[in-house]
């Protein structure tokens, strides 16, 4: 069974740190791509930063900032954000894209304050 759990959500004071965390198991089938979106109120969930065979994409608002990273030992994908601003404050979700199936985490919040 597929699971995806992130952690490392939180409130913090804009200039501040957070680090996520996606902890996976249960994947059958290669990983092609793994990477992190977020859902601001009244919004569309967005591209955050993904590992694509390999090859890292960041959203331009991010750049600069966040930094992905991924620990195949552990199984983890990670999100390190830094310089956090008040327009990051979204539901941060974990994704995992294999040939079989394109899996999402329960979200976790990120709230900065200004």
């Known amino acids: 069974q597929v699971r995806l759990v992130e952690s490392g959500g939180g409130l913090v004071q804009a200039g501040g740190t957070l680090r996520l965390s996606c902890a996976y198991s249960g994947f059958r089938f290669s990983i092609n791509a793994m990477g992190w979106y977020r859902q601001a109120p009244g919004k569309q969930r967005e591209l955050v930063a993904t590992?694509?065979?390999?090859?890292?994409n960041y959203a331009e608002s991010v750049k600069g900032r966040f930094t992905i990273s991924s620990d195949n030992v552990k199984n983890t994908v990670n999100l390190q954000m830094n310089s956090l601003k008040a327009e990051d404050t979204a539901v941060y979700f974990c994704?995992?894209?294999?040939?079989?199936?394109?899996?999402w985490g329960q979200g976790t919040q990120v709230t900065v304050s200004s």
């Open positions: 994704n995992i894209v294999t040939a079989a199936a394109n899996s």
């Open positions: 590992i694509t065979l390999g090859i890292i």
